[in-house]
């Protein structure tokens, strides 16, 4: 799995490139987010432990949405206003995670 990166803005272009190599997760008000769709609710929370230990191993936390079989993270920098690398990376390892 990657390791979380700095704490810095990414330029535009660099968001742009990751949401292109990654499809499933959408831009927008300085965060990215994606849904992902699970048989039912045990499923669900299964990721959701998952997503949480890695979260906190790296101390960045995703915002988490769970309705029933269905998980939705937002990810972005508060602390920076925006999205830095380790909202990529730990994207990446949520994507390996479901």
Avoid: C, Q
């Avoid at 230990?53 to 939705?72: C, L, M």
């Avoid at 999205?83 to 390892?93: E, K, V």
């Amino acid at each position: 799995m990657p390791s979380l990166g700095n704490m810095s803005l990414l330029p535009d272009e660099e968001v742009e490139k990751f949401v292109e190599a990654h499809p499933d997760w959408l831009w927008a008000d300085a965060a990215i987010t994606r849904t992902y769709v699970f048989s039912d609710f045990s499923e669900s929370m299964g990721f959701v432990n998952r997503v949480a230990r890695e979260a906190e191993k790296a101390n960045h936390h995703p915002d988490i949405e769970i309705r029933w079989n269905k998980v939705t993270l937002t990810l972005s920098t508060h602390s920076e206003g925006g999205l830095t690398s380790r909202d990529l990376d730990l994207a990446d390892i949520a994507d390996g995670l479901a």
